[in-house]
């Protein structure tokens, strides 16, 4: 069954950069896209960008230029997201999804990352 | 860019249905698909493409799209369809994922 398992919860200091994961099975990794998603307490989804897991070729959300990296690693089925200069607003729950036509139907158990001096 | 509307809040007793909606310019001509996410727990695709279901999504959940509204309909509502719904779209703009805001489904 497909599965995308992500890293550990995660405690930053404001200035520093958080790299979560996400290992996929159950499927060919290098077959569907993968965008990340992130939520804030008590928030909606806010959408952060795409990674193409075969050419590597990515897009992120204006909101995010210059500060998130997206990458992955096809031997182990992994994608990441690295956000950078980290601030309290970035306190968020962090989901990888799969894309499938135009929607996302498989998530991640999201990852809890939490910024705090 | 694209913005998508949701009411904030819907209520429904058990038993009947909810109609949550996601409104947006022109969304007719857009696929709309419609997450299902309970508290903890990561979003869940209930509906794709407007009004496709995936495999193990009860046929309680359907979808519908014209004009300026997409419309997410729950029949026979059950204690645990409470949830918070969020419609999403791709569009041409420089963020092609938009969501909408969230619903809140309270089942009374």
């Known amino acids: 069954q497909v599965q995308l398992v992500q890293s550990g919860a995660e405690v930053k200091k404001p200035g520093a950069s958080v790299k979560v994961s996400c290992k996929a099975s159950g499927y060919t990794f290098t077959s569907y896209d993968i965008n990340w998603v992130r939520q804030a307490t008590g928030q909606g989804l806010e959408w952060m960008g795409w990674m193409n897991p075969n050419s590597g070729n990515t897009g992120y959300a204006q909101k995010f230029q210059g500060r998130v990296t997206m990458t992955r690693n096809t031997s182990i089925s992994t994608a990441y997201m690295e956000l950078s200069s980290l601030r309290s607003e970035d306190t968020a729950v962090y989901y990888c999804a799969r894309v499938w036509g135009e929607s996302f139907d498989y998530w991640g158990q999201g990852t809890l990352v939490t910024v705090s001096s | 860019s694209y913005v998508l509307t949701q009411p904030p809040s819907v209520s429904v007793a058990p038993g009947q249905t909810a109609r949550i909606t996601c409104g947006g310019n022109?969304?007719?001509?857009?696929?709309v698909h419609w997450y299902q996410q309970k508290p903890g727990q990561a979003p869940v695709l209930v509906v794709y493409d407007d009004s496709d279901r995936p495999s193990g999504i009860p046929e309680r959940f359907s979808g519908s799209n014209s004009g300026n509204t997409a419309t997410l309909t729950i029949s026979r509502v059950e204690a645990g369809d409470e949830a918070d719904y969020y419609c999403?779209?791709?569009?041409?703009?420089?963020?092609?994922?938009?969501f909408g805001g969230g619903t809140k489904l309270t089942v009374l």
């Open positions: 022109n969304i007719g001509s857009k696929s």
């Open positions: 999403q779209v791709w569009d041409s703009s420089s963020d092609p994922v938009v």
